[in-house]
Nanobody, 126 residues
């Protein structure tokens, strides 16, 4: 069993930056895939970014490519989401998730993962 706890959300102006963290406990993340999803008010949860822990391969939603970076720290068993050039449409609750599978080009349609955090709210003001 993996427990995930997100932190780092908050209020930021458009064009600003935030870094989200997701601390994992219960087991190490080796052989896992970690991902970030987000859910905006009135919308369904959507994929943001994923990283395959053992080799660092990443995948991004088109809407965040070039602005967001997902990374991991083995020593801290933590995954990060660095968000730059934030836009008001990035406003959402951001969720950390873990799974044993890597979905490749199917990531944008993935909605189910083995483990989920409770989320952290990011609000981008215009």
């Amino acid at each position: 069993q993996v427990q995930l706890v997100e932190s780092g959300g908050g209020l930021v102006q458009a064009g600003g930056s935030l870094r989200l963290s997701c601390a994992a406990s219960g087991r190490t993340l080796t052989d896992y895939t970690m991902a970030w999803f987000r859910q905006a008010p009135g919308k369904e949860r959507a994929f943001v970014a994923a990283i395959r822990w053992n080799d660092g391969i990443t995948y991004y939603a088109d809407s965040v490519k070039g602005r967001f970076t997902i990374s991991g720290d083995n020593a801290k068993n933590t995954v990060y989401l660095q968000m730059n050039t934030l836009k008001p449409e990035d406003t959402a609750v951001y969720y950390c998730a873990g799974d044993s599978h890597w979905y490749g080009r199917s990531w944008p349609i993935i909605r189910v993962m083995n483990y989920w955090g409770k989320g952290t709210l990011v609000t981008v003001s215009s």
